[in-house]
């Protein structure tokens, strides 16, 4: 039923976890696909291999999200390979830990560079391509941290908040040009970012324990909430946040 069939889409940190999952998937439903990455070109490379045994284009573009000229110059390639962008995915992300009293400037802006700003960058950078073709989807990545907040991961918090709010604030924007802006808030999901945390039996324990479903989704879990907004039949839903965490946070 969803056929992406010649569509462009844009993965940013799409060499892992989610953004891997979802650039896989959007290749299944018949997407060419562009990943970029910040320094794992292995990985990247690994992601690249499987959308092609699908028969599918794809390559992917070392960018660091957090700097406007790279992300410029990144979307203008796409633009020049393409000719157009149909789907942007903003995935690209860090997560770290850290209380308040001990928190570095550094860790602090670091955060909010690459997961707030970096989704703006790339927002910014392929708006007006997407105005000119009359069409678009953008699906930002927040988490369950940005609706109701995370102890020791404030940082971590505050910039998905402020995915959320930017979400809903350009989605209003975009639209009257056939643009949908949406976001998927996904809770804990298996990743190598989070694999370590979870490794430790307390740690497995106490997050479960928060889960009604009782399990950490994987990659692929996340990866369908964002097929379903890249695709037509999401065709009604604008600025919203698609809660995906298993019943850890009920406010949708």
Same mark, same amino acid.
């Given at each position: 039923?969803?056929?992406?069939?010649?569509?462009?889409?844009?993965?940013?940190?799409?060499?892992?976890?989610?953004?891997?999952?979802?650039?896989?998937?959007?290749?299944?439903?018949?997407?060419?696909?562009?990943? %970029?990455?910040?320094?794992?070109?292995?990985?990247?490379?690994?992601?690249?291999?499987?959308?092609?045994? *699908?028969?599918?284009?794809?390559?992917?573009?070392?960018?660091?999200?957090?700097?406007?000229?790279?992300?410029?110059?990144?979307?203008?390639?796409?633009?020049?390979?393409?000719?157009?962008?149909?789907?942007?995915?903003?995935?690209?992300?860090?997560?770290?830990?850290?209380?308040?009293?001990?928190?570095?400037?550094?860790?602090?802006?670091?955060?909010?560079?690459?997961?707030?700003?970096?989704?703006?960058?790339?927002?910014?950078?392929?708006?007006?391509?997407?105005?000119?073709?009359?069409?678009?989807?953008?699906?930002?990545?927040? %988490?369950?941290?940005?609706?109701?907040?995370?102890?020791?991961?404030?940082?971590?918090?505050?910039?998905?908040?402020?995915?959320?709010?930017?979400?809903?604030?350009?989605?209003?924007?975009?639209?009257?040009?056939?643009?949908?802006?949406?976001?998927?808030?996904?809770?804990?999901?298996?990743?190598?970012?989070?694999?370590?945390?979870?490794?430790?039996?307390?740690?497995?324990?106490?997050?479960?324990?928060?889960?009604?479903?009782?399990?950490?989704?994987?990659?692929?879990?996340?990866?369908?909430?964002?097929?379903?907004? %890249? %695709?037509?039949?999401?065709?009604?839903?604008?600025?919203?946040?698609?809660?995906?965490?298993?019943?850890?946070? *009920?406010?949708?």
């Amino acid at each position: 039923m969803i056929n992406l069939e010649n569509k462009v889409a844009l993965i940013t940190g799409g060499s892992r976890g989610i953004g891997a999952a979802c650039a896989i998937l959007l290749a299944k439903a018949g997407a060419n696909i562009v990943i %970029s990455y910040k320094s794992n070109y292995r990985a990247a490379n690994k992601v690249l291999k499987d959308i092609k045994i *699908l028969n599918r284009q794809a390559f992917a573009i070392k960018c660091d999200v957090e700097n406007f000229k790279e992300v410029d110059k990144t979307v203008k390639k796409i633009i020049d390979e393409f000719g157009r962008i149909d789907i942007l995915i903003n995935n690209a992300g860090v997560w770290t830990s850290s209380s308040i009293e001990k928190m570095s400037e550094k860790t602090w802006d670091q955060t909010i560079d690459i997961n707030l700003k970096g989704t703006m960058n790339f927002c910014k950078a392929v708006a007006p391509y997407m105005k000119k073709q009359k069409s678009g989807r953008i699906i930002n990545i927040s %988490s369950t941290a940005g609706q109701r907040g995370e102890a020791f991961h404030s940082h971590y918090a505050a910039s998905k908040g402020g995915i959320i709010s930017f979400t809903k604030s350009i989605a209003v924007e975009l639209i009257p040009f056939g643009i949908y802006v949406n976001c998927v808030a996904p809770g804990w999901v298996l990743t190598d970012l989070t694999i370590p945390y979870l490794k430790n039996k307390k740690n497995l324990t106490d997050v479960l324990a928060k889960i009604p479903r009782n399990k950490i989704a994987t990659p692929e879990e996340i990866a369908g909430p964002v097929l379903f907004l %890249s %695709s037509d039949l999401s065709n009604n839903i604008v600025g919203e946040v698609l809660n995906v965490n298993g019943g850890s946070v *009920l406010c949708g």
